[in-house]
């Protein structure tokens, strides 16, 4: 698991670092509309079209209770569902999930990119075809990756809180080095090195600057995250009784993921199948009762019905080092947990 780990960070602090600067792109949005006969991509297969207008129809019927009518994750059954359904109008999600693993979502379910079972499989009740449509969909309520970075470029998803306060920066990057913010109305890109490349559409210099400066300081922590994790790793194996033994044990079991610091940082904790929570994201996890995180910890991804992805650990960590996770867990939130000097005690296991 580690040598795992050691082989992502050179990958990591080449997306965050690569300075090969482009010329800005010049596509224009490529988003498609009502109507429109769209391509999906399936890489090395053959093309396909999938037809919007009956992908709309099908998703009215069978998507929409859960996702909504407009896709926003918000149908009537959804307050009932812990995770949310999906969000399909999060260009920068969306952006994230190339065709097949949608395809794979739609006919295997959340299990088959290791989400949520909350999300049904649909094996047998759509043909192929049916399901080009439901991508075609899909994909018009929101920007893809290609309209941003462009065409067959690979895109990574960062969720990051800026410290000290906590707001949170969702951006895209792409293996060239590039960085953009994404919303429904537009897209800001940044080149390798800093400079805006592209507003699409063009929008006031007052709307674009504040969003720049986050995104800055966002890849800007990300790489301290980047440091850190490499001296928290060299400790690791150089040094191990400097570190404290509930970070030897995150270090050992949760970093694969998690990321060294616990904070969401490149593809170890995000691959096109799943991304594992950003552990320091105060916005999130403050909300959860400790007893809640212990569960989930001994219990895993499973028992709260969040990921499959989320192993327990019940029968390799002890009782008492199960409660320094959590305490430890509670210790990475920005902003802070309110309460994270005091782990209770009487929560129960399940
Ligand atoms: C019973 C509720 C429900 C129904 C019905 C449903 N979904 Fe979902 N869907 C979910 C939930 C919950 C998630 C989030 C899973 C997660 O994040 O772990 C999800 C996630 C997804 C995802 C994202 C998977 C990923 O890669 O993150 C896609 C795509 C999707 N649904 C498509 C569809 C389509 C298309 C339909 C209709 C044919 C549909 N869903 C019907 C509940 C539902
Ligand atoms: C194989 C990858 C993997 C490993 C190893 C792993 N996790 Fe996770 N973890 C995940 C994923 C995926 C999720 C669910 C993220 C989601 O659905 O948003 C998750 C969720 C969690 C959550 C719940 C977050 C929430 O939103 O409530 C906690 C707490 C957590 N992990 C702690 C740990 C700890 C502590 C360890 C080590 C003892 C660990 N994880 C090891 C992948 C992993």
């Not at 075809?129 to 969909?137: F, M």
Request: hydrophobic share 35%; proline share 7%; charged share 25%.
């Amino acid at each position: 698991m580690s040598r795992f780990v050691v082989l992502l960070l050179p990958v990591v602090s080449a997306v965050i670092l690569a300075s090969d600067p482009r010329s800005p792109s010049e596509r224009v949005d490529r988003r498609p509309s009502i109507g429109d006969a769209v391509p999906i991509s399936f890489g090395d297969l053959t093309p396909r079209v999938g037809d919007v207008v009956n992908g709309s129809r099908l998703y009215r019927t069978h998507c929409a209770p859960c996702h909504g009518i407009s896709g926003r994750g918000d149908g009537p059954a959804s307050d009932y569902l812990y995770p949310r359904p999906a969000n399909h109008t999060d260009s920068t999600y969306m952006a994230s999930r190339d065709d097949r693993s949608l395809f794979t979502a739609i006919r295997k379910g959340g299990p088959g990119v290791d989400r949520s079972s909350l999300m049904p499989r649909f094996d047998d009740r759509f043909r192929d075809s049916e399901v080009y449509d439901l991508i075609a969909y899909i994909r018009s309520l929101h920007r893809d990756a290609a309209s941003i970075f462009g065409e067959g470029v690979a895109a990574m998803r960062h969720s990051t809180v800026l410290e000290p306060v906590g707001p949170r920066v969702d951006f895209l990057t792409d293996a060239r080095g590039r960085a953009a913010v994404v919303s429904d109305e537009r897209a800001i890109v940044l080149s390798p090195d800093g400079i805006v490349e592209r507003v699409d559409p063009p929008v006031d210099a007052a709307i674009v600057e504040p969003l720049v400066d986050q995104l800055r300081r966002a890849l800007l922590q990300e790489q301290r995250d980047v440091d850190d994790a490499k001296r928290i790793y060299t400790m690791y194996r150089t040094s191990p009784d400097s570190l404290a033994p509930v970070q030897r044990r995150f270090v050992k079991s949760c970093a694969a993921c998690h990321g060294m610091t616990g904070r969401v940082v490149g593809p170890g904790v995000q691959s096109t199948t799943f991304v594992a929570a950003n552990l320091a994201d105060g916005t999130r996890m403050n909300a959860r009762p400790d007893e809640f995180v212990r569960n989930v910890v001994a219990l895993g991804g499973t028992w709260a019905r969040i990921s499959d992805v989320m192993p327990g650990y019940e029968h390799t960590v002890s009782g008492a080092e199960l409660d320094e996770l959590v305490t430890y867990v509670r210790s990475l939130a920005i902003p802070p947990h309110p309460a994270s000097n005091r782990l209770d005690r009487g929560c129960s296991r399940r």
